[in-house]
């Protein structure tokens, strides 16, 4: 549904929901109050009906009071002189006086005298039935006042009789009251009539068995009660009020009907019809005039800019603007949406200028990424190629330091063997003893050097085999005593030749036999006492042997030399390595490979070297070893050379 359709149906319905609404207000406000005055004309109306009768009655009263205080009545009630009838009490004396009868009664209550007249024809009547009238007025003629009167109506059987009665007393009023004087006029169309001429309105009066059967139940026992109150009686062209007439019993004798039009009920009718359709026919109008107002200053414009905004949408066309009409809310809307069309070109034209120059930046960048890549794989193919040759550079560098490795090998091997010899022929010699001293000196001299050339040829050997990873270990039960006894074999002589003493002690704690390379573990021990000797130049060197514990057993060599700086003991363990960086050129020659080999063959069987010293105070190498006891077969320590 468009906004102009939805517009024109939420107006449409509160008109008619309005126009609904004003009907009922008017219709129960409006009429009601009609009604309600139209209520109050029809007992206003019933007022004035009461009050004629009552005036009328007063006027009676009034003709009885001039006719009973008179002598010639009053000589009249007492001697009942014909003459008095004769002279007053004519057909036509009733003519004027507007009455139907005139009664005499006697205090006894006796008729006296009674005339009786028809007021259309002026003839002479049959007198009504006056039982009821004689027995009442006995009531008047019992009491003190002598002018009280007596008025109201008595029921006859020729119709309700408007009567008036006073006691007949003399010109002054005095008594005794001789009877009673009753004038009565009958309750004929012609009185009717006088009332409707004064009433103008029409007027019915009817017996009450002929009224009833128009009316209600609750409506007859209301005019039939003992108190009879009127009723209304309502039809759409007249409005009908029924008022009772009592007799002198309190019954109801007559019954009023007074016709009314309602001409204030379609005047108020009229009335509301016209101002309901005045309002709706405003409402009609102010609503046409406000629907045209609405479509010309918001609807139209509304969709002009639904129209703008589609067309901008699907023409993408932001070049495009609207007119600004006039100062609202809708013109600053209609500015906003220009601006914000303007401001979507400028940012589109950015961004289009952006993604250009972003284009070329990617361009350039591919170019390079392109260079790079180019470089890159220039530099990976230079890679390959440097691996290639690194490659062939290291199984040259593999194959050299096997050669290297096999070279030394092969020396040391070569070597050791004529030093065997060498060591085996002095160590003959020396045995014979055929030598003198001096020849003694030499032979203990080649013995000893050739001792030193062994033990450097092994440690060639170890470091050989180690870098080729070739050093392997021959695990095996070994006793320590035979361990230290070949130590000292060859360890002696070069301790004694430096003038320094040489003790070993094995801890009693010490199991006798334990397992292990007894030739690596020797090899250690050489190598850390050939050490101590070589940088003590005064005291001794001590060999400890003893169980540390926690599976452990540990070889302790101290002396009492130069000791080492303890910047120095990091590296002292390096292949290689001297603390006076050259090679040892005096006795004590070296090429730094000892304390190599000992961790590695220490590391090499699980254990550790420690070195505890201080340059001066001499130096403790300790090296720990787990320990592997196992009684067996015991390796037969005799030999201190490797074959
Ligand atoms: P070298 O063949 O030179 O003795 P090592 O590897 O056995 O080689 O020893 C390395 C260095 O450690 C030695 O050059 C020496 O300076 C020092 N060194 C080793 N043992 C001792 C020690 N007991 N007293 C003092 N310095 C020592």
New binding site residues.
């Given amino acids: 549904m468009s906004l102009r359709q939805q517009i024109v149906l939420a107006f449409g319905l509160a008109v008619i929901i309005s126009s609904a609404f004003l009907f009922f207000a008017t219709r129960f406000i409006l009429l009601e109050s009609y009604l309600a005055l139209e209520q109050q004309f029809a007992e206003r109306n019933i007022l004035r009906l009461e009050n004629l009768l009552a005036d009328d009655m007063e006027g009676l009263g009034r003709t009885v009071a001039d006719w009973a205080y008179w002598n010639d009545a009053y000589d009249f009630a007492t001697d009942g002189n014909p003459e008095y009838i004769e002279n007053n009490l004519g057909n036509q004396t009733l003519l004027n006086l507007d009455i139907n009868m005139m009664i005499y009664v006697n205090t006894a209550g006796q008729l006296i005298h009674g005339k009786y007249v028809d007021l259309i024809t002026g003839e002479e009547t049959a007198p009504p039935e006056l039982t009821d009238i004689l027995a009442f007025v006995q009531t008047l003629l019992q009491q003190n006042d002598l002018t009280a009167s007596s008025t109201g109506f008595f029921q006859t059987s020729q119709g309700v009789v408007e009567f008036a009665a006073r006691l007949i007393l003399t010109n002054e009023q005095e008594g005794p009251a001789q009877g009673v004087l009753i004038m009565g006029r009958y309750m004929a169309e012609a009185r009717i009539a006088l009332l409707e001429k004064s009433l103008q309105l029409p007027i019915r009066a009817c017996l009450p068995d002929e009224c009833v059967s128009e009316l209600d139940d609750e409506a007859v026992n209301q005019l039939l009660d003992r108190f009879a109150a009127p009723v209304i009686k309502t039809d759409d062209r007249q409005l009908l009020v029924y008022t009772p007439l009592e007799d002198i019993y309190g019954r109801t004798a007559l019954i009023f009907q007074v016709s009314m039009t309602r001409d204030i009920y379609y005047q108020g009718l009229a009335s509301m019809v016209f101002f309901y359709l005045f309002i709706a026919l405003a409402g009609v109008v102010i609503t046409l005039v406000t629907l045209l107002v609405l479509n010309r200053q918001v609807i139209q414009r509304i969709l002009q800019l639904h129209q703008f905004v589609s067309t901008v949408r699907e023409t993408d066309d932001l070049s495009r603007s609207l007119t600004v009409v006039g100062q609202d809310e809708l013109a600053e809307l209609t500015a906003n949406l220009n601006q914000m069309v303007r401001a979507l070109a400028e940012s589109r034209h950015e961004l289009q200028e952006s993604y250009n120059q972003l284009e070329v930046r990617v361009a350039e960048r591919t170019r390079e990424l392109a260079e790079l890549n180019t470089q890159l794989k220039q530099e990976v193919a230079e890679r390959e190629q440097a691996q290639i040759e690194l490659a062939y550079a290291r199984d040259q560098a593999v194959d050299a330091l096997r050669l290297k490795t096999q070279i030394l090998a092969n020396v040391s091997h070569d070597a050791r063997t004529p030093l065997t010899v060498i060591m085996m022929n002095a160590d003959t010699m020396l045995r014979a003893g055929t030598l003198d001293e001096k020849q003694q000196n030499k032979v203990n001299s080649i013995l000893t050097n050739s001792q030193q050339l062994l033990s450097f040829f092994n440690?060639l050997l170890e470091e050989a085999r180690s870098r080729s990873n070739q050093l392997k270990l021959y695990v095996r039960p070994f006793q320590i005593t035979g361990l230290i006894e070949s130590t000292e074999a060859i360890m002696l002589p070069l301790a004694k030749r430096k003038g320094l003493a040489l003790q070993a002690e094995i801890d009693v704690n010490m199991p006798e036999i334990i397992e292990g390379d007894v030739d690596r573990v020797r090899q250690i021990l050489t190598?850390?006492v050939?050490?101590?000797i070589?940088?003590?130049s005064e005291g001794s060197v001590r060999v400890r042997i003893f169980g540390s514990g926690g599976g452990q057993w540990t070889m302790a060599?101290s002396?009492t030399?130069?000791?080492?700086a303890e910047a120095?003991q990091s590296h002292?363990?390096e292949?290689f390595?001297?603390?006076?960086g050259s090679?040892?050129r005096d006795v004590?020659?070296?090429?730094?490979?000892?304390?190599?080999?000992?961790k590695q063959l220490t590391a090499l069987m699980g254990g550790t070297v420690q070195?505890k010293?201080a340059p001066g105070e001499?130096?403790t190498?300790v090296v720990t070893l787990p320990l592997k006891r196992r009684a067996g077969e015991l390796h037969n320590e005799t030999s201190c050379t490797d074959s």
Avoid: E
Wanted: proline letters at 0%.
């Fill in positions: 440690n190598n850390l050939d050490n101590a070589k940088y003590t060599v002396d030399g130069r000791g080492i120095d002292i363990f292949a390595w001297q603390v006076d090679v040892t004590n020659r070296g090429v730094g490979l000892g304390l190599s080999i000992v070195v010293s001499g130096s190498f």
